[in-house]
């Protein structure tokens, strides 16, 4: 098993930063790749980033490309997304995952989530 907690959601400007934060725990040597998602009210949930967890290589949605950058600390066993230049339609409700077979952008092959932080993009 695998727990994951996030942390660092809050209000912020549009044009601002945050960062978000994953705290992993449990059977972290069975992880591959962490992901991060997203959900909109009355909307599905949507790949934003991933990340593998020995390699450090990233994928990100086109969406958030260039603005959003996910990186890992495997000795502090947490994941992060740092988000630039928010936009009001990056609102949602943000989750990290864990994949223990493959980098993925499909929240089906994700085994493991958290609980998410609430992220609101509002002048």
């Known amino acids: 098993q695998v727990q994951l907690v996030e942390s660092g959601g809050g209000l912020v400007q549009p044009g601002g930063s945050l960062r978000l934060s994953c705290a992993i725990s449990?059977?972290?040597?069975?992880?591959?790749?962490m992901g991060w998602f997203r959900q909109a009210p009355g909307k599905e949930r949507e790949f934003v980033a991933t990340?593998?967890?020995?390699?450090?290589?990233?994928y990100y949605a086109d969406y958030v490309k260039g603005r959003f950058t996910i990186s890992r600390d495997n000795a502090k066993s947490t994941v992060y997304l740092q988000m630039n230049s928010l936009k009001p339609e990056d609102t949602a409700i943000y989750y990290c995952?864990?994949?223990?077979?493959?980098?993925?952008?499909?929240?089906?092959?994700?085994?493991?989530w958290g609980q998410g932080t609430q992220v609101t993009v509002s002048s």
């Open positions: 995952a864990a994949d223990v077979v493959r980098m993925s952008t499909l929240r089906d092959d994700y085994k493991f």
């Open positions: 449990g059977s972290i040597f069975s992880i591959y790749a």
């Open positions: 990340i593998s967890w020995s390699g450090g290589r990233t």
